[in-house]
């Protein structure tokens, strides 16, 4: 048994001298070390040996062992170390190579807008709120004038939750919430954008999800020349120094006064076109006074505080400043339609 023992670990010795790829290596493992292997093998047969010799065999079948295993070790890590080798040989990197550009997104047009709007206002003094999209039935219509059963009701199609929740329908129920935080003691001035939602078919013009950006001042002696002013600087930014605006009376049950702005046409300089429809106008938000009961329900005395309210649509506003013609374009993710508008 000691010259098989002695046969073996020179046998596997020279194999593992040879070999030359990992997968070989560890089938030599396999070979001679493993339950079926050659070495476990020659020590079934120790049950037919004297006791003196067991020993002996035993001590020498563990050299085998060891010896075995630290050069199939050596040679694995030698393996490894020239396979890395080669690796990065052949994934060698040319620094010298000009870099390959990486395509980065860009801003959407409607944040894009809305950004702009918000820094304009912001730059006016004005505060950025938000609210939340599930909405109340008393701050989207009662604490804006719109009792139950009021026939106004009808201009905003509505998705209710439940006969309470409701998908809000424009974003002034941020403004009466944050009128009654002030608990009617302190001036108001902010904007607030977001995401508004109607039951409206969707064509070029209509979208069951839109966003809008509405603004509130209240404090005392506010008038309707301060509304004017704002509106005629916020056209004038986003349209160009040369847009002139009307303001033409309307309603809405909110501001009382009510008025709806237009401003004069780019394409035909206000002398009439299609665009227009031979108007040289065209009409793009709409605002008033703050109607005194909406001041009143919010806590705010009529008496000694007024305010101006006005609503506008970002989506509009991006359709008549870069000529986008149908409001579906900014929603239905178009790569090509969308880096038009942004620099990568």
């Given amino acids: 048994m000691k010259e098989q023992l002695s046969a073996l670990e020179t046998e596997a010795l020279e194999k593992i001298a040879q070999v030359e790829d990992t997968k070989a290596l560890q089938e030599i493992r396999v070979a001679y070390l493993g339950k079926k292997g050659s070495l476990t093998a020659i020590l079934r047969g120790m049950g037919k040996l004297s006791k003196e010799e067991r020993p002996v065999v035993g001590e020498m079948a563990n050299h085998v062992r060891e010896s075995i295993t630290a050069a199939l070790d050596e040679k694995g890590?030698?393996?490894?170390?020239?396979?890395?080798?080669?690796?990065?040989?052949?994934?060698?990197?040319?620094?010298?190579?000009?870099?390959?550009?990486?395509?980065?997104?860009?801003?959407?047009?409607?944040?894009?807008?809305?950004?702009?709007?918000?820094?304009?206002?912001?730059?006016?003094?004005?505060?950025?709120?938000?609210?939340?999209?599930?909405?109340?039935?008393?701050?989207?219509?009662?604490?804006?004038?719109?009792p139950k059963n009021h026939p106004a009701r009808d201009m905003q199609d509505t998705f209710y939750i439940t006969n309470e929740l409701l998908m809000r329908t424009h974003t002034s129920p941020v403004q009466a919430r944050t009128m009654r935080a002030n608990d009617g003691s302190k001036p108001v001035k902010m904007i607030c954008p977001g995401k508004v939602y109607r039951r409206d078919s969707d064509d070029a013009t209509h979208s069951h999800q839109f966003t809008q950006i509405e603004g509130l001042y209240v404090d005392k002696n506010v008038r309707m020349s301060d509304l004017k002013g704002?509106?005629?600087a916020f056209a004038k930014k986003m349209f160009g120094k040369d847009r002139e605006i009307r303001l033409r009376p309307s309603?809405?049950?909110?501001?009382?006064?009510?008025?709806?702005?237009d401003i004069s046409c780019k394409v035909c300089q206000g002398k009439g076109c299609s665009v227009c429809k031979q108007t040289g106008w065209i009409e793009i938000l709409g605002g008033g006074m703050v109607h005194p009961k909406v001041l009143s329900m919010a806590g705010y005395d009529p008496e000694v505080y007024t305010g101006f309210a006005f609503g506008m649509g970002p989506d509009r506003i991006a359709m008549l400043k870069y000529g986008v013609n149908d409001i579906r374009q900014f929603y239905t993710n178009d790569a090509r339609f969308l880096k038009q508008y942004h620099q990568v």
């Avoid at 396979?83 to 620094?95: F, G, N, S, Y």
């Avoid at 550009?101 to 820094?119: A, F, N, R, Y």
């Fill in 251 to 261: 309603f809405f049950p909110f501001t009382e006064p009510s008025v709806e702005m």
């Fill in 77 to 146: 890590e030698k393996l490894e170390w020239i396979a890395l080798e080669k690796q990065l040989e052949t994934e060698a990197i040319d620094v010298s190579l000009p870099g390959r550009p990486v395509k980065v997104g860009g801003p959407h047009l409607l944040t894009s807008i809305i950004e702009e709007i918000e820094d304009l206002f912001i730059g006016m003094g004005y505060e950025v709120r938000e609210g939340p999209e599930v909405e109340t039935d008393y701050f989207n219509f009662e604490a804006l004038n719109l």
């Fill in 230 to 232: 704002t509106l005629d």
